[in-house]
């Protein structure tokens, strides 16, 4: 058990160690299109080995098995990134929005809530369609301990976030 803990610590620290790949992207990086600035990518790719080998340990996956799983990961990431810099971008345009209180366009925020509310089916329907293509090749059990394993991933990384990270904080 601390053996786990010590793989799951060791990407949660790799996450947070300059900001999350995911903040990073969110910021819109250097070319404003959300793209892992030239100096973060050797970060993203040792978060995304860090995390891999976590996922192929914990899931007991042979090499074949490892091989379908990065492929339907790797689409399956993309979906999700996509999604959470359009949610994003729904929330500043909503914050705007609301805050500006002298020209409230009530149409305005009420598009941004339709979006959110949007990108919360497409949430549910990209994880529908992984979790069919995971269950071509990954038991009941593996697919129930992944899903653990992610959002364990993303409550540490929430926490950190929030400045509950045991003092560690990634940089700003």
Do not use: C
């Not at 892992?36 to 790719?45: F, T, Y």
């Not at 979906?79 to 345009?93: M, P, S, T, V």
């Not at 009530?106 to 269950?135: G, P």
């Amino acid at each position: 058990m601390p053996r786990k803990r010590s793989i799951l610590f060791a990407v949660f620290a790799a996450m947070t160690a300059s900001g999350t790949v995911a903040h990073a992207q969110n910021r819109g990086g250097r070319a404003g299109r959300g793209a892992i600035g030239a100096d973060q990518a050797p970060l993203a790719r040792r978060v995304r080995e860090a995390w891999g080998g976590v996922v192929r340990r914990q899931l007991n996956l042979s090499e074949e098995k490892w091989q379908q799983f990065d492929r339907v990961d790797r689409k399956f990431e993309q979906q999700r990134n996509q999604l959470r810099r359009d949610e994003r971008q729904a929330r500043l345009g909503l914050k705007a929005a609301m805050e500006d209180t002298a020209n409230v366009d009530q149409n305005k925020i009420s598009q941004y809530m339709d979006q959110l509310t949007q990108a919360q089916r497409r949430r549910a329907d990209i994880l529908d369609a992984e979790q069919k293509e995971l269950a071509g090749f990954l038991t009941p059990l593996q697919r129930a301990k992944l899903l653990s394993l992610r959002e364990q991933l993303n409550q540490r990384v929430r926490q950190m976030q929030q400045g509950d990270g045991r003092g560690r904080r990634g940089a700003p």
